[in-house]
């Protein structure tokens, strides 16, 4: 049978997939590639945490000031957004956006609808919504973690809004013990790598012995937008591959596509 022509439950197999997210957000990415046929490989480029002063956050967040617009950025923020704010702190939002699909359906689990991208699943995507074209004299409140790529912010403000980040979690390096590195070293290969935090992969350069890094470089890396790629070439990935979003089907089905190439 042609590696084109696999079914779905072969896609992956004989691959290693290496998910670089968060352990507390890995388990669908897992399951959907041993659905596929392949050995999944965790290697956790970040562990979550919540805020640093949650007393603080969930001060703000009870505030009574007016809210226009609350921006989620993503599944964790709605996670960790719930557990600090006060009871029905949305039941009466104006406006509710997300920045990806997958933060979406994290605000609809809990009975938020929410408005996300129609196109690309990022800030940038986000931002070209006719929602947010005009958000003059809007006070805006981002829901997120420090150290993220602070698009939206700055945006919003040329465009006339009044922000707030409110930092509800933190990313934090990740703690890798022996038995990650030796299953990321015993891995069958080949390596498909799933990315889509640039700080993930900062941690994990900052992490890995430098012969493994050296092998890791050499193997298929899926990112979830252009700039990832061009900052994984950066840093001397030969082989990066750009899925359509961040979402783990696209990663997936990216995955899938990859290797098949790989098989002719």
Not at 69 to 87: E, G, K
Not at 203 to 230: N, Y
């Amino acid at each position: 049978m042609p590696a084109n022509t696999l079914p779905r439950s072969l896609a992956l197999a004989g691959a290693s997939v290496i998910v670089t997210r968060p352990p507390s957000s890995s388990a669908a990415l897992v399951r959907g590639i041993r659905a596929r046929g392949g050995e999944a490989v965790r290697l956790p480029g970040m562990r979550l945490a919540g805020a640093s002063d949650p007393l603080a956050i969930a001060a703000a967040l009870a505030s009574p000031g007016t809210v226009d617009a609350w921006i989620f950025t993503s599944p964790a923020s709605v996670d960790y957004f719930f557990r600090l704010a006060p009871p029905g702190r949305l039941s009466t939002a104006r406006r509710v956006l997300a920045v990806g699909g997958a933060t979406a359906r994290a605000l609809a689990r809990r009975g938020v609808a929410s408005l996300a991208p129609a196109g690309t699943q990022n800030s940038e995507g986000l931002l070209a919504e006719p929602a947010l074209a005009d958000p003059r004299g809007w006070s805006i409140a981002i829901i997120d973690a420090p150290g993220g790529r602070d698009l939206l912010a700055p945006t919003l403000r040329e465009r006339g809004a009044e922000v707030e980040n409110i930092a509800v979690y933190r990313r934090l390096p990740p703690r890798l013990s022996r038995r990650h590195l030796e299953s990321l070293e015993s891995a069958p290969r080949p390596w498909l790598s799933l990315l889509s935090s640039s700080l993930a992969l900062r941690h994990l350069l900052a992490a890995l012995p430098g012969a493994l890094i050296e092998r890791w470089r050499h193997e298929a890396m899926i990112v979830s937008s252009e700039r990832l790629a061009e900052e994984v070439a950066g840093h001397g990935f030969v082989d990066v591959h750009v899925a359509p979003s961040a979402l783990g089907r696209d990663l997936l089905d990216s995955a899938c596509a990859v290797l098949a190439r790989h098989r002719l």
